[in-house]
């Protein structure tokens, strides 16, 4: 079973920027697309952004575009969520997760799970 573990979550204020990090195995670094995805309490599971294995394509949710990046280090086996002028309505937990097909936007579809970590921005 792989493991990914995410990194970087915590407290900060409207307007403020916080990185998330995906630390993850070489195996799922070698052949996964990467993926982030967001639960806010009592909402469904939302996709947030995803990118290929060697970098080449990336994707967003609607609600994060042109305030997030991602980036990925495979040499490092770690992915990343750059989080910019985050609102009050960012906060949730924010999961890491791994599949080896590239494009996925339905969290039923996903193979590979991290926990998760807490962001909560406040106004």
């Known amino acids: 079973q792989e493991q990914l573990v995410e990194s970087g979550g915590g407290w900060v204020q409207a307007g403020d920027s916080l990185r998330l990090s995906c630390a993850g195995s070489?195996?799922?670094?070698?052949?996964?697309?990467m993926y982030w995805f967001r639960q806010a309490p009592g909402k469904e599971r939302e996709f947030v952004a995803s990118?290929?294995?060697?970098?080449?394509?990336?994707d967003f949710g609607e609600s994060v575009k042109g305030r997030f990046t991602i980036d990925r280090d495979n040499a490092e086996h770690t992915m990343y969520l750059q989080m910019y002028s985050l609102k009050p309505e960012d906060t949730a937990v924010y999961f890491c997760?791994?599949?080896?097909?590239?494009?996925?936007?339905?969290?039923?579809?996903?193979?590979?799970w991290g926990k998760g970590t807490q962001v909560t921005v406040s106004a």
């Open positions: 990118i290929s294995r060697n970098r080449a394509n990336i």
């Open positions: 997760a791994a599949d080896r097909v590239y494009g996925i936007r339905r969290h039923n579809d996903i193979d590979y």
């Open positions: 070489g195996r799922i670094f070698d052949y996964y697309a």
